[in-house]
């Protein structure tokens, strides 16, 4: 950049530079934003929302209690008898397990079989 030149923009513009470019200069700031726009990596990235983000959590934390409530049965089917004070202790834990996995929703359970 040895060659300088002036460039003519309305003030507007000018003023939104000023308020976004932090300690660049202007000319840093707008050579800045138009690497950024032309780089082929950018226009490639997408993003998720926060509605996508929020139904991942959501599917994430039904998944892990389908294989708790898996894990759960089958270890209480095939294993030993396990006296009711270890179940009762069990249950809690799961319980509690629950209720911070999911504190915003009520409609959702974690069921144990007994035999």
Known sequence: MGEKRMLIMPAELIKKIDDN??????AEFVDFLIDSQLKEEVKDQQYATKEEFRSFEQDTRKLLRSFLDFFVSYGLELGKQSPKA????????LEELENHLAPESKDKEAKIKWK
Do not use: N, V
């Open 86 to 93: 270890e179940f009762e202790e069990l249950s809690s834990k």
């Open 21 to 26: 470019r932090g300690d660049m200069s202007q």
